[in-house]
């Protein structure tokens, strides 16, 4: 029920905003530059950095910090198949789609799923990845045997706040439901000072945190022995404001010509590069 109303108020929020926006579409034929929103703090998808490589881009409007990640180099492809110079901002998880809808940026690829609460409010393009949601554990921590959701009955399980991963935590049988945190990097620290048993997270993303923290074991689910979900729940795609239509085409157009070949190469590449991997 909670959960519920905070969801309308946010709809109701979003709704002022695309009643204030500008119907006009992103013109492709005049615009020289688009700008992508991110959080900068979700490896491997996206994470600021304070040096530079092949891959790297000038966090806007932080002057010496610049953002890494699979987000980029997929964000980099689509601006360079339509053309136009790429500009990063970083903005808080919550923020993305207000910022969207607001005109403060063009797209959203950070890793969000194409939920159909969200899809109210927005556009979707095709998938860009698709992931395994997994649990992460401490090693010592009483789960290091687990194969199924049933072994964490009774668990004390978080994941971040707005997420798919929070809404997952009910599908295991007498949880114990912990309040969402902001970052994945509160996650581990709640794992680490044992406030929490486990946190859900997508496989990349859980994958980054155990290379960088040994303390931390993956557990994967064969089978049915795993959480219930959708497509829609499971893929991330790029979010665009509803009018622009020859956005979304364009954007579908440029994620067509990279193959899933090219993207599992981006992805094992950014695995490697990550802080602290």
Known sequence: MKKFFVWSLLLASLSMLVACSSN???DLNTETKIVVGLEAAYAPFNWSTPSTNEFTLPLDGHPG??????DVVMAKMIADALDLELIIKMVDWDGLIPALLAGEID????????????????????????????MVIRINGGYQDATSLNDFAGAR?????????????????NVNHLEPLDTY????????????DAFI???PVAQGMVAANSELKIIQFEGTNGFTVSDEEVIVSIA????????????NEALSAISDETRQTIMSAALNRQPNA
Do not use: H, K
Request: charge should be negative; hydrophobic fraction near 45%; avoid cysteine.
């Open 107 to 134: 797209l959203i690829v950070a890793g969000m799923s194409p939920t159909s609460e969200r899809a109210q409010t927005v556009s979707f393009s095709g998938e860009y990845y698709r992931s395994e949601q997994v």
């Open 201 to 203: 997270a997508e496989l």
């Open 65 to 70: 910090v610049y953002v890494d990640g699979y």
């Open 24 to 26: 006009e579409q992103f």
């Open 240 to 251: 665009m404001r509803q009018e622009d239509v020859n956005l979304l085409e364009a954007v």
């Open 157 to 173: 399980v978080v994941a971040q706040l707005g997420t798919l991963q929070d809404d997952l935590i009910d599908q295991i049988t």
């Open 185 to 196: 990097g509160m996650l581990a620290t709640a794992l680490s000072t044992q406030a929490a």
